[in-house]
């Protein structure tokens, strides 16, 4: 059975940082593009960062850019995500994704991903 499990979320004051994990297993995502997405209360679902199968190529929503940082370790099956300068419109709960099709890029499209972590929270304070 495949899961991607997703830690390290919880509570900061606005200007903190958080780094999100995201572990994966029942399968190898090393040739898969990976991403983040978040959904905040009421909101619909938004991407958050995409990183490439071999790591080479990211993307990032405007909100975030230069603010998140998103890696990945193929020898540990992961992908993380480091939240610095957190403000409180951040707060939401954030999902890890893997694509199922190989050597690809990473999309803002959640349709491209075929596989989903639980979620998890991220609330920041003002």
């Known amino acids: 059975q495949v899961q991607l499990v997703e830690s390290g979320g919880g509570l900061v004051q606005a200007g903190g940082s958080l780094r999100l994990s995201c572990a994966a297993s029942?399968?190898?995502?090393?040739?898969?593009?990976m991403g983040w997405f978040r959904q905040a209360p009421g909101k619909e679902r938004e991407f958050v960062a995409a990183?490439?199968?071999?790591?080479?190529?990211?993307s990032y929503a405007d909100a975030v850019k230069g603010r998140f940082t998103i890696s990945r370790e193929n020898a540990k099956n992961g992908v993380y995500l480091q939240m610095n300068s957190l403000k409180p419109e951040d707060t939401a709960v954030y999902y890890c994704?893997?694509?199922?099709?190989?050597?690809?890029?990473?999309?803002?499209?959640?349709?491209?991903?075929?596989?989903w972590g639980q979620g998890i929270q991220v609330t920041v304070s003002s």
């Open positions: 029942g399968r190898t995502f090393r040739r898969n593009a």
């Open positions: 990183i490439s199968w071999n790591g080479g190529g990211t």
């Open positions: 994704a893997a694509d199922s099709d190989m050597y690809t890029r990473g999309s803002a499209s959640s349709h491209e991903y075929d596989y």
